[in-house]
């Protein structure tokens, strides 16, 4: 199985400023045959479903605000928020969809400092 | 707009039974690729199953032998049958759909739907 490991548990940003979160794959999630990277970011908001909002490591999903944006490559992965708001508060998850089982991170509870 | 609701869930014992299902609407039921992923009280995300358009049908281990998915394309629901539930198998119940270009992509969600095994 691939694991998953995000980085921190938790963080406290201030409205504005910039909040960095870490995904490790045990494993690369590079599918050499089509050059893709199966690793996909949610956001959860209490009491609500998670919500996709990057896939193929850095493509955003329709709607989402390009304040949020993914980077990364091979087995070290990072979703950023350019400058968070009120409403980015909630809990983000990575996620690889190379192989199953289909794994997650345990998540990242992003709060306002 | 891409709807997903879940249904069935509910309080059973240990040993028990359930059967979930998932509606589906707006989109073309039986060309997509669906899961069902589940989430303990207070805690992470973690898949149970999905099946594909062609139903080739995949089962974390923690349920393997225990949880059946299936899909009904002419009702367009999806259904998870789960015996000898165990109280760890107590969470919300998700179901999802797949993406266009990898069914494996969790694209959209339901809203879930809550299974308590307790005695």
């Known amino acids: 199985d691939i694991v998953m490991t995000q980085s921190p548990d938790s963080l406290a940003v201030s409205l504005g400023e910039r909040a960095t979160i870490n995904c490790k794959s045990s494993?690369?999630?590079?599918?050499?045959?089509?050059?893709?990277?199966?690793l996909a970011w949610y956001q959860q908001k209490p009491g609500q479903p998670p919500k996709l909002l990057i896939y193929?490591?850095?493509t955003r999903e329709s709607g989402v605000p390009d304040r949020f944006s993914g980077s990364g490559s091979g087995t070290d992965f990072t979703l950023t928020i350019s400058s968070l708001q009120a409403e980015d508060v909630a809990v983000y998850y990575c996620?690889?969809?190379?192989?199953?089982?289909?794994?997650f991170g345990g998540g990242t509870k992003v709060e306002i400092k | 707009e891409v709807q997903l609701v879940e249904s069935g869930g509910g309080l059973v014992q240990p040993g028990g039974s359930l059967r979930l299902s998932c509606t589906a609407s707006?989109?073309?039921?039986?060309?997509?690729?669906m899961h069902w992923v589940r989430q303990a009280p207070g805690k992470g995300l973690e898949w149970v199953s999905y099946?594909?358009?062609?139903?080739?049908?995949y089962y974390a281990d923690s349920v393997k032998g225990r949880f059946t998915i299936s899909r009904d394309n002419a009702q367009k629901s999806l259904y998870l049958q789960m015996n000898s539930l165990r109280v760890e198998d107590t969470a919300v119940y998700y179901c999802?759909?797949?993406?266009?270009?990898?069914?494996?992509?969790?694209?959209?969600w339901g809203q879930g739907t809550l299974v308590t095994v307790s005695s």
């Open positions: 099946i594909t358009s062609g139903s080739t049908i």
């Open positions: 996620q690889q969809y190379y192989g199953t089982p289909l794994t």
């Open positions: 193929w490591a850095s």
């Open positions: 999802a759909r797949g993406g266009h270009d990898s069914g494996r992509l969790t694209v959209f």
């Open positions: 494993q690369s999630v590079l599918y050499s045959s089509n050059n893709k990277t199966y």
């Open positions: 707006e989109f073309t039921f039986s060309s997509y690729e």
